[in-house]
């Protein structure tokens, strides 16, 4: 049996739940992501994520959120030491992840948390069941760490993220890179927006629209390029390589 305090807030949830129908039924904005932000921490092959995302309220009642939900997912092919071989199709694989938490800004944990993983992808589902009264926000934090999000490499490490399409408007969506003090981005499918300490890429106005971040990393202080610099490498070597061969067949 479900104690009063319980019931009570059930019902308050689902009173509010029914008015941000009505809301929604109007065809109105009820909610957005004011911040989006996510922070990719890596040591070796490993990957700590931090999301940090605030919710607010853009309606004159109070707004229950509800569940929320992150996929993951990583396009996978078949690479050699860190290189994507051409003319094979990548696939999205489900980003495997353990350690996951979920709080909300001033520290309370939120214990609602589903991870569940399908072959082309994860979700993690968190219950966020606080009301947030008009024009105000909250943030809710999610963290998690994956074993697979590193592309390894001889001499470059690669990462992929998507912050994927929401029903909830994302205003702004940030992505940092904290690489430690001895490495470097040598590339990035979408220019930095600052580079220091950590390396930081924003987007704004990204509605229901997916954004891939893909960048690639290494000790060597290379300045960044366009292209990878390990396919660089790679055609370099195959260069140098043909090179001699011609040069041993001439000699014959």
Known sequence: MLDIGTRIRIL???LLISQLAAAVSAGDVVEVWDHYNVTIRTDSETAR???ELTIKNVIDKPVVPGYGYI?????QGPTYLGLSLPFNKEEPKALKVRDVSARLDDGSLITDVLVTEEEDGTTVRYGF??????????TIIIEY???DIVDKGLLFDRISYTVQPSSIPIENARIQADLGGDRHISYSSVPPASVGDRVTWERSGL???AWQLDFEYSALPLPHSPVHWAD???GLLFGIIGLWSYRQWKVR
Do not use: A, C, V
Not at 71 to 75: A, F, G, T, V
Not at 129 to 138: A, D, N, V, Y
């Open 12 to 14: 308050l949830s689902l």
């Open 49 to 51: 994520i931090i999301e």
């Open 71 to 75: 996929s993951l997912s990583r396009d």
């Open 129 to 138: 069941w606080t009301p947030i009264m008009p024009g105000q926000s909250r």
């Open 145 to 147: 760490t994956s074993d």
């Open 207 to 209: 509605k229901n629209e």
């Open 232 to 234: 660089m490498s790679l």
